[in-house]
């Protein structure tokens, strides 16, 4: 018999700090298009509806893992969770990875939620666990020289198309991506007069891009249901391909409601702030047609694993929400994953850029829309060495 080859170890689990932009990528000067007038749950109140860093959108900033194995082997990743999420890697999950094997991505995720549920289960600590994960992923990618879409069975596909999110479809378009979706820049509280500028701006842009281009609807968890389904059968006229994310993540029944409610043909989409299959499987239930969730927040790639599953066998696509490589990596492996986002990051959604620069070297964008994810091992990217990062907590 041939002798078993040693599985690397994990040796040490680092957490980093980095302020503005990075995977925090709502932290922007002002002028950004992201940060202009847009719907959120909080513009119910007049003082924070022109920003949405004035609620504190920004206020976490970017967390960055680094895995060490025990030959020197470095992996890392990137997310949304800042000094918090630093701190629950440093002083809670390091004891779930340090001296475990690699390979053991199931054990490792499943430890770190259990022992996460009395002050997890969504939120900044699945972010953190997702990026953990990711982590955890490059690594093992780095050590058999090997992208990680390779240890996910390989593609199905030779390239990714992509939609881009942005304020300009009109310039996507020109760009060569096959659809465009727009922030909603007003929500319920301001009535009618609100509406009836959505509906002036969508009307705007069909006009722009003539009737066969995706013009999609970012609602960013502001409507309620009634709004929602007025606002859907108005947008109907100007051949909407989809409304996304209507109702906060929480109202289960409103979406079923919304999509029973909703004009023939139109899309019902959501998933960006939700997470775990367990979140997945209540979400699904409602007969939503396609999920949105974020692999940096949702649980990492060996949670988004099964969510996708899951949506297959429920008859709905699986587009993940923003998520540059981490996400490429893992649709151009999926059949019911038949098309990316990519999110417009320049000031005006104008000019194609990567997604979370300056964070990331090597970061790869579409080129006429299409991408050829790159083979480099695990996920093809490097930290920016001048990008200043500390590290508030040791272990």
Not at 19 to 28: I, M, R, V
Not at 207 to 215: A, K, T
Not at 265 to 279: D, P, V
Request: aromatic fraction near 10%; charge should be negative; glycine fraction near 10%.
């Amino acid at each position: 018999m041939g002798r078993t080859r040693r599985a690397s170890t994990i040796a040490q689990v680092r957490a980093y700090v980095v302020k503005g932009q990075g995977a925090d990528y709502h932290d922007q000067a002002r002028g950004h298009w992201i940060d202009d007038h847009i719907a959120t749950p909080m513009a119910v109140y007049p003082e924070y509806r022109d920003s949405r860093q004035s609620f504190g959108i920004n206020v976490l900033g970017t967390l960055v893992i680094e895995i060490e194995a025990d030959d020197g082997t470095v992996g890392f990743a990137v997310t949304t969770a800042g000094e918090i999420g630093a701190f629950i890697v440093e002083r809670h999950l390091a004891r779930f990875l340090e001296g475990a094997a690699v390979t053991d991505t199931e054990r490792i995720w499943d430890q770190m939620y259990r022992a996460t549920l009395f002050y997890g289960r969504r939120g900044v600590v699945l972010n953190t666990i997702s990026g953990v994960d990711l982590a955890l992923w490059d690594l093992l990618g780095q050590l058999r020289q090997e992208p990680v879409y390779a240890l996910l069975g390989g593609p199905v596909r030779d390239e990714l198309t992509f939609y881009a999110t942005g304020a300009r479809p009109d310039v996507a378009q020109q760009l060569g991506f096959i659809g465009g979706k727009m922030p909603l820049h007003h929500g319920p509280a301001e009535g009618e007069a609100g509406l009836n500028a959505n509906l002036a701006e969508l009307a705007e842009m069909r006009e722009r891009v003539g009737p066969d281009f995706w013009l999609m609807l970012d609602c960013w968890m502001s409507l309620d249901v009634e709004y929602a389904t007025r606002l859907a059968h108005r947008a109907a006229a100007y051949g909407l391909k989809w409304i996304e994310e209507a109702l906060i993540p929480d109202d289960y029944w409103g979406y079923a409601q919304l999509k029973r409610q909703a004009p023939p043909g139109m899309l019902i989409t959501s998933g960006e702030h939700e997470a775990t299959r367990w979140g997945f499987r209540q979400l699904l239930e409602t007969g939503v047609d396609l999920i949105q969730p974020d692999v940096n927040w949702c649980g990492g790639i060996t949670e988004l694993i099964k969510i996708s599953a899951l949506a297959d066998a429920h008859g709905a696509m699986v587009v993940p929400h923003g998520s540059s490589v981490y996400s490429y990596h893992f649709v151009v492996t999926r059949t019911n994953s038949p098309f990316a986002e990519f999110l417009m990051m320049h000031e005006t959604a104008e000019e194609v850029v990567p997604m979370f620069s300056p964070l990331l070297l090597d970061e790869p964008v579409p080129v006429k829309g299409r991408m050829v994810v790159p083979d480099r091992p695990g996920f093809g990217v490097r930290l920016n060495p001048e990008v200043e990062r500390v590290r508030p907590y040791e272990h």
